[in-house]
């Protein structure tokens, strides 16, 4: 591999990268204008809960998103 190919793909890794970020911010965005709008979801501490049980036993019900 040469040095040029080299950066080329480094480039294009950091290029993937952060148009991956951006859609994350995205739609992170997109989902707080929901909740701010009203639309149901899960409280952190349920999401929480759930996330550890899930690693521990593997199948556990998920939490019931609601309006806050």
């Known amino acids: 591999q040469t040095p040029h190919n080299f950066m080329v793909e480094a480039l294009a890794q950091k290029?993937?990268?952060a148009e991956w970020r951006m859609s994350m911010q995205r739609e992170a965005h997109q989902r707080d204008q929901a909740l701010q709008a009203g639309e149901p979801?899960?409280?952190?501490?349920?999401?929480?809960?759930?996330?550890?049980?899930?690693?521990?036993?593997?199948?556990?019900?998920?939490?019931?998103?609601?309006?806050?």
């Open 15 to 17: 290029a993937d990268e």
């Open 41 to 68: 979801g899960v409280e952190w501490h349920e999401m929480r809960t759930y996330l550890q049980e899930r690693l521990k036993a593997g199948n556990t019900a998920k939490p019931k998103a609601r309006v806050r």
